[in-house]
């Protein structure tokens, strides 16, 4: 693809970004926000939500931790626990099976991004009746999901209130994305106690995915004044608590305000789209099930370095908000990027991608692009040899 018809898919995408409804989820944050929702959702209607989730949440009880608020509430629930990094076509499929089976009336998404976009899925075929395949895409849910609630345990995917899902075609290796406002939770609630015992490795590669959806939200061509207003919250919290929430995993105070860093920038990035670091994450994911939140924190000072000089004066306002400020656009846009390699040092995050083989780098780089320019408002076009140069520097 040309850069010419790529600007015009950009424009496209903004003229759809002004019909994105305004709407965000009945949002509850604190120490009892799981069980200040579990109330609301009783107090709905909802009978006997289905639990989407993974089995190390089962283990770890944060699961039953959420079955007892419900019941608490009077609220009866079901579980699937057999989400996965990058989830399937199948495991998907599983889950809508259970809740046929358990008679389920709505969904509770419990868990990082995984189960936020298995959840979803699962919500929006209840309702549809139609397989995945029949919902790829935009716009594809023509029925409003199942009552959908959202529990993150992670600070990173903002999920909990965006407007889509990310599915793996696991024969393929392609990521199928699904877009609908529909997709949006009812409700959220950001309780930073079920974070506490999220292991440093986990609490980085979030607080990472957040950083990014944030900072590729502010350089997009499609950022308004409210996205930028919510991108810059993400980032300044970010940077002031992703060390903490890192070396001290019980500090309910940093734990607290990533995920509402988490929050805000998926509040601005669900408005604006991301760009080429998450196309080349996805790929990451498919290829060598890496981490989606390790994937985005190793491509990004590297798409950033090239996106620099388009971006400069997007990244040196990046710098101002850290306290980094610089001469001239280009020096704020030179200390933020280092600014954000020295975070992730801090909190232990590789240069490279160990698992990234030579072999594969001609094929990432044209799946990551064919993504990037059909969907991505970037600052600056990429091609295929571009994308095969930062890979090279990531192996």
């Known amino acids: 693809m040309n850069k010419l018809l790529h600007d015009w898919t950009v424009r496209i995408g903004r003229s759809v970004a002004k019909l994105l409804p305004d709407r965000v ?75 046929r089976s358990a008679d389920c009336d709505s969904v509770i998404a419990l868990g990082g991004g995984s189960p936020m976009d298995a959840a979803k899925m699962v919500a929006a ?20 999901p199942l009552p959908l609630f959202a529990i993150p345990t992670t600070a990173g995917t903002g999920s909990e209130v965006t407007l889509a899902a990310v599915i793996s075609d696991s024969q393929t290796h392609e990521k199928k994305f699904f877009l609908d406002p529909k997709l949006l939770p009812q409700m959220a609630a950001l309780d930073p106690g079920l974070m506490v015992g999220l292991p440093p490795a986990v ?20 950022a308004t004044p409210q996205t930028e207003a919510w991108a810059k919250m993400a980032v300044r919290l970010v940077f002031a608590n992703l060390p903490v929430a890192y070396s001290d995993g019980g500090n309910l105070e940093a734990r607290k305000a990533m995920a509402l860093a988490s929050y805000y920038a998926g509040l601005a990035f669900t408005r604006t789209s991301v760009g080429y670091v998450h196309a080349i994450a996805h790929t990451f994911g498919a290829y060598y099930r890496t981490p989606h939140g390790l994937a985005n924190a190793i491509a990004l000072p590297h798409v950033l370095e090239f996106s ?14 850290i306290g ?72």
């Open 25 to 99: 989820p009945v949002t509850f944050v604190g120490a009892d926000a799981v069980g200040e929702m579990c109330d609301s959702i009783a107090h709905g209607g909802s009978r006997k939500p289905l639990i989407v989730t993974d089995q190390l949440l089962v283990e770890i009880g944060i699961v039953g931790r959420v079955i007892e608020a419900l019941s608490a509430a009077g609220v009866d629930s079901e579980v699937y626990s057999g989400v996965e990094p990058d989830p399937t076509f199948e495991q998907v499929n599983a889950g809508y099976e259970l809740l």
């Open 125 to 144: 075929m209840g309702s549809n009746g139609a397989p995945l395949s029949k919902l790829e895409g935009r716009f594809k849910v023509r029925v409003p």
């Open 203 to 222: 609490t980085a590669a979030t607080g990472m995915d957040a950083l990014t959806h944030a900072v590729e939200s502010f350089v997009a061509r499609t």
């Open 324 to 395: 980094e400020p610089g001469a001239t656009p280009r020096e704020g846009a030179d200390r933020f990027i280092a600014a954000v390699r020295e975070l992730m040092g801090k909190v232990g995050i590789p240069s490279r991608l160990e698992a990234l083989e030579q072999r594969d780098i001609a094929a990432i780089a044209k799946q990551a692009c064919s993504e990037a320019y059909l969907n991505y408002p970037v600052p600056r076009f990429m091609q295929i040899p571009d994308c095969e140069a930062l890979l090279q520097r990531m192996a």
């Open 308 to 321: 620099k000089d388009e971006a400069a004066d997007r990244l040196a306002a990046l710098a101002e908000i």
